[in-house]
Each structure stands twice: as structure tokens, then as C-alpha cells.
């Protein structure tokens, strides 16, 4: 069984690879003492045991991540992994489908802010390393 710090040195590893450097490198930079205990947690759990799992590729973990976050109206969460979705090898048009059949299952609204968020996403030029603080 592999130790915290294995957990989150594999976590760390996999984060960097879905989220980017930079999205990374910022969230530890904002890191508070309130905070420091979740991303720790996030780091280990999200990301060292459930993200980094055999069972499925990491385009099909951002397919479903992308479903819940359309689902539940987590619409920060959704801007970061409609990016990282990109990085795991989702095209646009396949993340266009993923949100149109998100409609059927959780509602023409959450499609609506869906598209509204992607839209806005795409746009936009990923940040990168030196826009970083």
C-alpha cells in the first residue's frame, strides 16, 4: 500500500498533467493555513487514488467529470476541466456533445450556462506559466 506522500507525489504528478503547471502552481501559491489540509487532501485523494486508477482513460475520467459538473451547476470547476478536457484529448466538438447530452439528463439550463462557459473558455488563451503570480 502506497504511503501519503507516494499518494501525493503520483497525485501531485497527475494534477500537473490534467490541470497544467500553471493552474497548479497557482493553487499551491494561494495556499493558506485554512486551506493547506485540502489541497493536501484534493492532491492525495482526487488526484493520487481516483484520478490516477487504471480503470479508465484520463478522456473518459474528463467525460464524466464534465457530465457532473454540467449536472450539479459547478461552473468554476466546470471552466477548469473544459480546459483540461482539451489536455486530455477531448476535441471542441466532442465536449460540444458531451454538453448536448448533458441537456436530455440534467436540463436545458445547465446546457445553457454549459455552452455559455465553454463558449467564454475557448476564447479565452490559456494562461501560462509566466502569466502565473
Known sequence: MP???????QGMTVRRAVL????????????????????????????????????LDRR???????SSLIAHGHHEELAMHLRAALRNGLSVEEIREVILQSAI????PAANSAFRIASEVFATP????????
Open 105 to 108: 439528463y440534467s436540463g436545458v
Open 3 to 9: 504511503t501519503d506522500q507516494e499518494r501525493h507525489d
Open 60 to 66: 473518459s475520467r474528463s467525460i464524466a467529470v464534465l
Open 20 to 55: 497544467s503547471d500553471a493552474h497548479v502552481d497557482r493553487s499551491i501559491a494561494a495556499t493558506t493555513d485554512l486551506t493547506a489540509d485540502w489541497q493536501d487532501f484534493i492532491t492525495r485523494v482526487a488526484w493520487g487514488d481516483v484520478w490516477s486508477r487504471p480503470g
Open 126 to 133: 490559456e494562461p501560462t506559466e509566466e502569466a502565473a503570480p
